[in-house]
Structures are given as C-alpha cells and as structure tokens.
C-alpha cells in the first residue's frame, strides 16, 4: 500500500475523542486538541528542567552545592543579610544556618584599595598591621579570621616624626576645630567673701599715767563722734600737782636751761595735756583739776570713766576708733592664692548696701592658711570719707589680677591636661596633627598663658582633641607592636635551626 493511500484512508470510527468519533471532529475543535496538546507539553518540560536545576543546585543540607563539598569556607555570613559573621558553622535565632563565603565568593579588597604604586613596591615593608585597627601585627603576610589580608606597613610611611595623620573626612566626623595662637593680656577675677574690720592703726585709748581721780565725764557716750582735742573728762591727780608746783616754782625763780626744762620734761611724761601746761605757763596758777581732751578724731568704742571714780595707771578710760580708712579681710581659696599680689586694685560690693560698690588696695597677704578651709585672710585697705562701711559688714570682693601686658595665650579647651604632664595639639595643615607638650601660666577669660612650646604662627586643636590625643595613642601602640614583632622575626631568623629541639 503507498503513503498516499494510507493517508487518505479514512481513521477507524471506532476512535472516539470526546465523546465523538475521530472522523467526527470539525477543525476547531482540532485546534483546540493541539493547543492542549502543546501546553502540556511545556508545562511537563518546564517542570523537568527546574527538577534538574534543583537537584543540582541544593545540597543535603539545603546550600551547599555539589562541588563545595571539597572547599574549605572562608567564613559564614547571617542569612538575613546583617552584619554578623562567624568563623564556623552557626545558626541564627531563627534556627537558619549561617551562608558559608568561600574563596571565590569573598568580596574583593583589591577594587577599593588602591593599586601599590612602583614606589611601594621598591620600598621595605617593616610589619603587617590589622585591618580592623586592632594592635595585632605580624612579621609576615597574614589574614584576619574574616579572612582580611593584613595591611603592610613600609619603611617610611611611618615616620617617627610624633604626627597625627588624619582623613579629611575622619577630621570632619570628629569636629575639630584650630585657632591660630595670639597675644593677649590675661585677666581673670577672684571673688572672696570677708568682713570689714577696724584699721589697727586707726584706734587709740584714753588712760593716766598715774593715780588720780575722775572728777567729771563730759556728755559724750559710746557711739559718739569726737574730735582731736574735744574735753572727755576732768582729772585730778596728787602727782600731777605736785609736778605743776614744780615747774611754777622754777619759772617762778626765773630759771632757764636744763633746770626749767627738766621740770617741764616731768610734766610731759605724766602725758599732761599741752593746752594744760600752756595755761599754767600763762596764768602762773595751778588748777585743782585738768581737761582731758581726745588723742584723735574718731567713734568712742568703749566709755570706761564715770564721774568720781578712782583710776590707777593705765586703765583704760575711752577707747577711740577712725573708720574714715578700714581694713576688708577676705578669705581667698588657696589655688587662687598665687594670682594675688599686693597693690592689687579690688572692687567692694557690700551686702547691706545693693548696687553701692567701693574701691581699694590689696595691703597685706597674711602668712599663714586656715588649716580647716584650706583659705588664706588677705588685707585690703578701703577709704570710707562717708563711714559708710562699718565693722563687721559682710561683703562681696573681687580682685582684678593679671596684666594688661599681651602674652601668647591659647584657649583652655586646647589643653590636655593629664595632671603630670599638658600639652596641646599642633595643626600642620593636610590632616597632620603634632602633640606639643607646653608650659602654662596664668588662666583667665577662658584662655590659658603659654610660657614655652608654642609660637604666634602655631595653630592649636581646640575642640575634638580629646579623640586626635587617643588617635596619636593608638598609633603609638602600633608602632610598638610592630617593633617588638620586628625584633621578634629578627631573633628568629637569627636563631640555627639545628637548635630548634630533639625529635
């Protein structure tokens, strides 16, 4: 039978598709029977291929592959993507287990670092540091746990010159700030509370030198003011009598020279008043009784003498005192001792008197410090024309000390400080820092002097120095290790290797 007989010979009726005979199909719906044909067909394809991909893809544990099996892993990562890794297998809270990172796999540090120049490559590496930064150097080329090659360190780079070396974008996190150093005068005020007190030298008493008797007491009372010469009281005294005859006697007998001048000088160490001998002098008459007037203009601060009262040598009758200058004793903490000097100008504010202030002298700077407060009394003498201070008042000082004279200064915040040692951080520009250790002075205004270390054309770190200071620790740390693993790779090398041991 040929081919085009059998194609044109009718199908058997007995095939039914659908419920109908083969013969009986129209062509739509033999369109649709290839349709369904096709789709079932990619379908049975697509699932064969992603059953293959699968297979191959996934291993017994559900991420290695078929291949990795003979790989050792570099580290393992999160599976979330977080920034943990571990140097062994590891499960996350999750139960998940943690992506092994292999060779091949590892990101590459070669595309951010850059290429080593031929300079580089002709120099002399001294050691290899940590990455990460931490003191950990070796002696040969090295990998971190991460997997992460140790940086090399070359001869040179490293210079022992004591700077700081800093990426612009490491000083701009940080914050810090320079000032160019300057002259300026450094004044500061301390402040000290005191009391205003009597001037010694101001205070005189009133008492005979000799036994007598008050005879009367002027109308003056304690509180009162008097003047130089004003009568207090009336005196009479056997003694002082007996010298008036004396001395009327000889001017009487017209005698002169040493003779009339002794019997005078006898009057005169019996503190007789002048205006007293004077009148005797004048009148030739000894007076039952004598005047006794006031040493000094000032307040009577004790009235001791009553009318008729007997009064032996010495006892004190009145006791006088001139606040038109008093005496400001402060208390000044012993830090600020050193900046104290005598003539030292001082501003009084007294409690009593609001918005009043006065002026005066730094007098005396008193030897010894109150062992209690660890304070020292200093002395300041104050003019009072109004007596408007008075004894006892509280008040408020301060004292203006420093020079109007510039001298180098630099601001407090620019200074590191360790107790036993300060020092500042020099700028030299292009993100290189040098710590200076300096000499200071006075302080005041919120700037410090510096005697030595330091120059005008010097710029100092003021703010984020603190974090330079810890960056120029660390590296110093560094350069130690590295030395100490130089030395150690040099003793090795050194070292026979028959002597290693026995086996």
């Known amino acids: 039978m040929s081919r085009g007989a059998l194609l044109n010979e009718s199908p058997d009726p007995r095939i039914q598709i659908f419920g109908a005979p083969w013969c009986a199909l129209t062509g739509d719906a033999m369109n649709t029977l290839r349709l369904l044909a096709t789709i079932t067909l990619g379908a049975a394809i697509g699932l064969g291929c992603y059953w293959l991909v699968e297979k191959s893809t996934r291993s017994p544990h559900g991420y290695f592959t078929a291949a990795a099996a003979d790989r050792t892993p570099l580290y393992y990562r999160d599976p979330s993507g977080a920034p943990f890794w571990s140097a062994g297998p590891k499960k996350d809270s999750q139960g998940r287990d943690f992506i092994p990172i292999y060779d091949?796999?590892?990101?590459?540090?070669?595309?951010?670092?850059?290429?080593?120049?031929?300079?580089?490559?002709?120099?002399?590496?001294?050691?290899y540091r940590n990455p990460m930064g931490l003191p950990d150097t070796s002696p040969v080329p090295k990998t971190d746990s991460m997997g992460m090659d140790y940086v090399?360190?070359?001869?040179?780079?490293?210079?022992?010159?004591?700077?700081?070396?800093?990426?612009?974008?490491?000083?701009?996190?940080?914050?810090?700030?320079?000032?160019?150093?300057?002259?300026?005068?450094?004044?500061?005020?301390?402040?000290?509370?005191?009391?205003?007190?009597?001037?010694?030298?101001?205070?005189?008493?009133?008492?005979?030198?000799?036994?007598?008797?008050?005879?009367?007491?002027?109308?003056?009372?304690?509180?009162?003011?008097?003047?130089?010469g004003q009568p207090l009281m009336n005196v009479y005294s056997p003694a002082l009598s007996s010298a008036a005859a004396e001395y009327l006697s000889a001017l009487n007998a017209g005698a002169t020279g040493k003779?009339?001048?002794?019997?005078?000088?006898?009057?005169?160490?019996?503190?007789?008043?002048?205006?007293?001998?004077?009148?005797?002098?004048?009148?030739?008459?000894?007076?039952?009784?004598?005047?006794?007037?006031?040493?000094?203009?000032?307040?009577?601060?004790?009235?001791?003498?009553?009318?008729?009262?007997?009064?032996?040598?010495?006892?004190?009758?009145?006791?006088?005192?001139?606040?038109?200058?008093?005496?400001?004793?402060?208390?000044?903490?012993?830090?600020?001792?050193?900046?104290?000097?005598?003539?030292?100008?001082?501003?009084?504010?007294?409690?009593?008197?609001p918005g009043q202030t006065f002026t005066g002298t730094v007098s005396l700077i008193y030897p010894h410090l109150n062992a209690q407060t660890r304070t020292a009394r200093i002395r300041i003498e104050a003019p009072n024309p109004d007596e408007l201070l008075r004894p006892?008042?509280?008040?408020?000082?301060?004292?203006?000390?420093?020079?109007?004279?510039?001298?180098?200064?630099?601001?407090?915040?620019?200074?590191?400080?360790?107790?036993?040692?300060?020092?500042?951080?020099?700028?030299?520009?292009?993100?290189?820092?040098?710590?200076?250790?300096?000499?200071?002075?006075?302080?005041?205004?919120?700037?410090?002097?510096?005697?030595?270390?330091?120059?005008?054309?010097?710029?100092?770190?003021?703010?984020a120095n603190f974090l330079i200071d810890a960056e120029s620790n660390l590296k110093a740390a560094l350069k130690s290790f590295g030395e100490t693993g130089a030395a150690a790779s040099q003793s090795d090398s050194a070292t026979p290797s028959g002597m290693g041991g026995h086996k």
């Open 392 to 463: 006892e008042m509280y008040v408020d000082a301060e004292i203006e000390t420093g020079s109007q004279d510039p001298v180098l200064a630099v601001p407090e915040s620019a200074v590191l400080d360790s107790g036993t040692r300060q020092a500042v951080l020099i700028d030299k520009g292009e993100g290189r820092f040098e710590p200076r250790e300096v000499k200071l002075g006075r302080r005041g205004g919120g700037y410090v002097e510096v005697k030595e270390g330091v120059s005008d054309s010097d710029a100092v770190v003021t703010s």
């Open 104 to 127: 091949d796999e590892a990101p590459s540090l070669d595309k951010s670092a850059p290429k080593q120049t031929a300079a580089e490559g002709s120099r002399k590496i001294l050691y």
């Open 259 to 353: 003779e009339l001048k002794g019997a005078r000088r006898r009057l005169e160490n019996l503190a007789t008043p002048e205006p007293a001998i004077r009148d005797l002098e004048r009148t030739r008459e000894i007076a039952l009784s004598i005047q006794w007037p006031a040493p000094q203009d000032g307040e009577i601060l004790q009235r001791n003498a009553v009318n008729g009262m007997r009064a032996g040598p010495g006892d004190v009758l009145f006791r006088i005192a001139d606040h038109r200058v008093v005496w400001v004793v402060i208390d000044v903490a012993e830090r600020d001792l050193a900046q104290v000097k005598v003539g030292t100008h001082v501003t009084i504010r007294p409690r009593a008197l």
């Open 152 to 228: 090399p360190v070359y001869e040179g780079g490293d210079t022992d010159d004591g700077l700081v070396k800093l990426s612009p974008g490491k000083i701009q996190r940080t914050g810090a700030k320079s000032e160019r150093v300057a002259k300026r005068p450094i004044n500061s005020l301390v402040r000290a509370p005191g009391t205003v007190q009597e001037d010694e030298r101001r205070v005189s008493v009133v008492a005979l030198r000799f036994e007598g008797f008050v005879e009367s007491v002027a109308d003056v009372t304690t509180g009162d003011h008097v003047h130089k």
